[in-house]
């Protein structure tokens, strides 16, 4: 089972109401990109994987060719089923590329098994898996509105990205209770943009919001003072920016910086990674979530599988899965009543459309 072909396509899509325009305390996106990598080895098995093109306001530069071409040396040749070597000997030039190359290994493991992923990682714990709704910064009028929309549609938690201000972000959570009341759990993340002081300040004037959580509103090495505050509010603290290596996620648990963590596969390094985490985060009594960066059907697809076979996510998961204007998958997952059914295929469970990548494809 050794990699005998190594193939990259760099996609992006459109997205359509009501995440279009999604605006984060950095930038108003209107499309969602991302890297898709297709490994194929000298028995035929295909594995497919994903990373987000994050953008540059991240510290990240975008994919391009170049970058892509680089893994072709490091992988021709190698067993696709070394999971463990990877995250140990092999060179991919950071987390983001490895978590694609490392999804793409798990499909065609799976494949060669017979067998969906959850089931190669402990079995079926559940089969249907809570979304998050989300929603970028909005006026309180808006959002209220789109907090109706995604309550009639089945949703019973919306998340809304912040950071620009604790005043735009006090009013925007208030427009959503005046519009849904508390029939819609309601998450926050201001994505690391605000100083300790103004954290504590605004975690307390949220109290009477009753939020599920308060998402990484400090920058990723407070973690003291995000301990420190958790004491000092009722409003409930999660982690994603910090939630990188399994040293950093230790440090996390054992100073009680977090009451949930949210790991991602391009963070972490990969789904091993990240369902490490997840058990490792059950061990403290740490829910965790998982994270979503505008995933697209592979990225989605092992988020259930993750999901279905750890306890350990009991809240809802981050999804904009249903603000694409397509996917790239021969069938789409489908969301009813807020709910995504796990695939039951072999590998993450799901089928790519060639031409559908080829449509949405961009040269960098």
């Known amino acids: 089972m050794k990699i005998s072909s190594v193939e990259a396509f760099i996609i992006d899509v459109p997205q359509k109401h009501p995440a279009f325009p999604y605006q984060s305390r950095y930038i108003a996106t209107s499309s969602t990109g991302a890297l898709l990598i297709r490994l194929e080895t000298d028995d ?28 072709r040396p490091e992988l021709m040749g190698r067993d696709a089923g070394a999971i463990e070597a990877l995250y140990e000997d092999w060179d991919l030039g ?7 190359v490392e999804m793409a290994m798990w499909d065609i493991l799976g494949k060669a ?9 402990g079995g079926p714990y559940r089969d249907r ?17 789109i907090a109706r929309g ?13 950071g620009r201000s604790p005043e735009e972000d006090l009013a925007m959570v208030k427009g959503i209770r005046d519009a849904v009341g508390d029939r819609l759990k309601l998450r926050i993340d201001p994505n690391t943009g605000y100083t300790p002081e103004v954290t504590e300040q605004l975690a307390k004037e949220l109290e ?7 998402e990484q ?9 995000s301990a420190r505050i958790r004491k000092l509010t009722s409003t409930p603290l999660a982690l994603n920016e910090s939630v990188t290596t399994m040293s950093r996620v230790r440090e996390i648990l054992d100073c009680e910086a977090a009451d949930y963590l949210l790991p991602d596969t391009y963070q972490c390094g990969g789904l091993w990674a990240v369902k490490l985490i997840v058990d490792i985060a059950s061990s403290a009594g740490v829910p965790c979530i998982f994270h979503c960066a505008h995933d697209f059907g592979l990225k989605t697809a092992a988020m259930l599988h993750v999901a279905a076979s750890s306890p350990n996510m009991p809240l809802a998961n981050d999804c904009t899965y249903y603000a694409l204007e397509s996917d790239i998958l021969k069938t789409p ?8 059914p796990v695939p039951e295929a072999p590998g993450l469970g799901v089928e790519v459309d060639l031409s559908l990548v080829q449509k949405y494809q961009v040269s960098r």
Request: a negative charge.
């Open 44 to 71: 035929g098995l295909v594995g497919w994987g994903e990373t987000p093109q994050i953008l540059s306001f991240y510290g990240d530069k975008p994919f391009t060719a170049e970058v892509v071409e680089s893994l």
């Open 94 to 100: 950071g987390p983001r590329l490895q978590s694609a």
């Open 113 to 121: 098994c017979g067998q969906p992923l959850y089931r190669l990682w």
């Open 129 to 145: 898996i809570e979304l998050a709704a989300c929603m970028g910064i909005q006026p309180p009028d808006k959002a209220g509105e």
């Open 150 to 162: 995604y309550l009639e549609a089945g949703f019973t938690t919306m998340k809304t990205k912040a």
């Open 208 to 214: 009477p919001y009753h939020l599920e959580y308060f």
């Open 217 to 225: 509103p400090m920058p990723d090495e407070n973690l003291e003072d």
């Open 333 to 340: 997952h489908q969301i009813t009543s807020g709910r995504m």
